[in-house]
């Protein structure tokens, strides 16, 4: 048994940002420290040094890391009073710390000390250095102090640990793997989007990128009016006074952008559902209508900081799927039933099929009284069940107006997307006094519940991407066939077949150009073209195809009907 078999990874992962920062003071002895915790994928450490750190920098730091772990150094917990520690951290010209202990106000601390490196740490540590296992250092980012863009910008050096080599070269190749299908380089590649500094952090979409949201769109409508839906748009601009009754104003102005109209405060919205609240105000309802759905892919705008922003995964304007279900409270478990059956239907038609979910209960702050809570949460406790869901309770992760589900997929390569959501809101219909015809005659409060599918569609859009490495199934894919001409005396037979094929719905194009076959094959296999129906003097006189998908494999003497059938089958099983 390898003797770290048992070793804590978070430990581990830990111990070994410690050992990389005794590393960086031994070959920068001028780098001041700030924090250097583990995390899901490894560990970081935040250095205040004026050099910026550079690929070499890494490789030497490894070096002296593996010099280090020699030592055999134990790890040392040493419990100190604050006022010690801040002289101590003050002699060694280390500000950062100094700072987290005076912000910390505690009569102690804790120091951890290994060989002749010590670190204000909470631990917990392995035992020792030699209980390290293999570590890599990968990348430098910058990192605003504490996070806080007020504060000055650190250099981070990121890293990774395994308690084996083996482990570690595993998810050395998953980086790789994850860098291939990266959708920013993948969207450039294909043509789908692009950003530009005159917009930063809002996606331009191309025309093939349209295609595929179109395709996600058109599909997305086609489930929810199967279920009764009802769709919607509201404004993009309301009024601050509409943001203060909806609570959006306490609990996210910050991430709000605003504007002034004929000397009116307005803001940009960040949400849909007050909009779509309006829409329910605006006549009479009685319980006879319950449920109501409402459905709106509403275009929103959130302030995202710069240096959050990545690809489609971060933006500042985004397409959200969100629908709101008006019902009563008899409904709650029956609605959420059929939300988790859309939702997952959904999933799996985007290929996903493997799920992780929670549950979330009632937050420290909240409102609403305790039956309230007790009711909704024990409604989504019971649709789970009831559908024989596994998932998880995430204690006390509720939204402040409610408990909810949040659906997680996972892709193709091991990551999880948190999604779809269901949420039952209390809020919202008292603070805007939304009532309905009960069947006693009398006004009551109807039931909110809001919820979402694929959540932003432009994320959406690169969680597709990566998962399928940019080879979208035939029905998503922007241009589904390619018609590939061998010489100049088949083109018109080649338009005739992109017309016939243009004229079954189907996305051609076709590639008449003076170039060798090969070359022509190459780039459709590099756009991820599904098919290409390669046409030469042999095909033209009998009136077939050569048949080539993206893979590889290819099929001569197709006759056209059969491929037709073939791709038409295809193209509507999604549907």
Known sequence: MNMNDNVDLATLRHSTSHLMAQAVKKLFPEAKLAIGPSIDTGFYYDFDIERNFIPEDLSRIEDKMRELVKMDSDFVKNEVKSEEAIEFFEKLNEPYKVELIRDLNQPTVTIYKHSDFSDLCAGPHLKSTRYIGAFKLLNVAGAYWRGDVR???????????????????????????????????????????????EGPGFAFFHPKGMVVINEILKYWRYKHEERGYLEVKTPIILNNELWVQSGHWEHYRENMYFTRIDDMDYAVKPMNCPGVVLIYKSRQHSYREFPLKIAELGLVHRHELSGVLHGLFRVRAFTQDDAHIFCLPEQVK??????????????????????????????EHSIGTDEMWKGAQDALSEALSSEGVDFMINE?????????????????????????????????PDRFDLEYAGRDNLRHRPVMIHRTVLGSIERFLGILIEHYAGAFPLWLAPVQLRVLTINENVIEYARSLKEEFSGEGFRVEIDERPESIGRKIRESQLEKVPYMLIVGDKEMESSTISVRDRSGGEERGLKIGTFMNRVRSEHKEMF
């Open 151 to 197: 504060n000055k910008m650190l250099q981070r050096i990121y890293g990774t640990a395994f308690r084996t080599q083996k482990e570690l070269d595993e998810y050395l190749e998953l980086l790789k793997e994850t860098e291939r299908r990266d959708h920013r380089k993948i969207g450039r590649d294909l043509d789908l989007y692009s950003f530009h500094d």
């Open 334 to 363: 029956s609605e959420v039933i059929d939300v988790i059956r859309l939702i997952f239907d959904m999933y799996e038609t985007f290929g996903f099929s493997d799920f992780m979910l929670e549950l979330s209960t009632r937050p």
């Open 396 to 428: 006390g992760a509720g939204a402040f107006y409610g408990p909810k589900i949040d659906f997680h997929i996972r892709d193709c390569m091991g990551r999880t997307w948190q999604c779809g959501t269901i949420q039952v809101d209390f809020a919202m």
